[in-house]
């Protein structure tokens, strides 16, 4: 794929620049625009609070503005991005100590009960899904652009976690975790590899209970796997 500079300054005077693949013209290019920037924002080259200019990414990547509004405003419903009144958009600001301790209390709470569940309730074909997607992240972490292939693995770790609860059956767990997009946060604290061979690993740790329909040990997996990322990600997290 042809590649060019994609230029998402602090202001108006950096001139540090990123190079991220450029869109294919066609129905999905605002689709396209959000995997780079995405892949942007999740690889930390456009850090926390960073300015977002539309007229910036249009004229880099060689596209209309409608696009590009069309993706931030995507962003901006996940959290991810920011829009201010009369300022613009700008990258959303990283999670503090307390809110990341406080999500993190919460999934203790709330993800263990699920999984332990979900070995009881969910269905041969719900597993299979799981089993599908656990291999698709397995290869997404061979993927050569490191950017996208980051952002899409986080993602496909907030599905793999969202189709656990929903297998326990219990909407209102999943409707509450969903609403606030924790991975897509917390997945931006660390951008290296080794997140998501450790994740690989726990998750296969998860299956292997649900498979066997152990509900305690699928308990104790998840309870496990979210200590683990809470442990390995906490340390890049600054005091409040």
């Known amino acids: 794929m042809a590649r060019r500079i994609l230029g998402i300054h602090k202001d108006a005077s950096d001139s540090e620049t990123a190079r ?46 409608t696009p ?13 991005v920011v ?16 809110r990341f301790d406080e999500l993190y209390e919460l999934r203790l709470l709330l993800e263990p009960h699920a999984a332990g569940r979900a070995a009881e309730l969910m269905d041969e074909t719900a597993l299979g899904e799981l089993k599908h997607l656990a291999a698709a992240m397995s290869r997404r972490a061979d993927a050569t652009d490191e950017s996208i292939r980051y952002s899409q693995f986080a ?13 326990s059956g219990n909407e209102l767990i999943r409707e509450s975790l969903a609403r606030l997009h924790i991975h897509v946060h917390i997945f931006r604290l660390l951008f290296h590899s080794r997140v998501t061979e450790d994740a690989l690993q726990e998750h296969a740790q998860i299956i292997d209970a649900l498979t066997r329909r152990d509900g305690g040990a699928a308990t104790t997996a998840m309870r496990q796997h979210i200590e683990r990322s809470r442990d390995r990600l906490r340390p890049s997290l600054e005091e409040d």
């Open 20 to 65: 991220s693949p450029v869109p294919h013209r066609g129905p999905s290019l605002a689709s396209e625009v959000y995997e780079v920037v995405l892949g942007q924002i999740m690889s930390l080259r456009i850090p926390p609070r960073a300015r977002i200019t539309v007229d910036n990414l249009a004229r880099e990547l060689n596209v209309s503005q």
């Open 68 to 80: 590009i509004r069309e993706a931030l405003s995507r962003l901006e419903a996940e959290g991810l």
């Open 83 to 98: 829009k201010t009144h009369l300022v613009g958009y700008s990258a959303a600001p990283q999670l503090t100590r307390k």
């Open 155 to 167: 993602r496909q770790d907030a599905e793999f976690h969202e189709r656990i609860i929903k297998g």
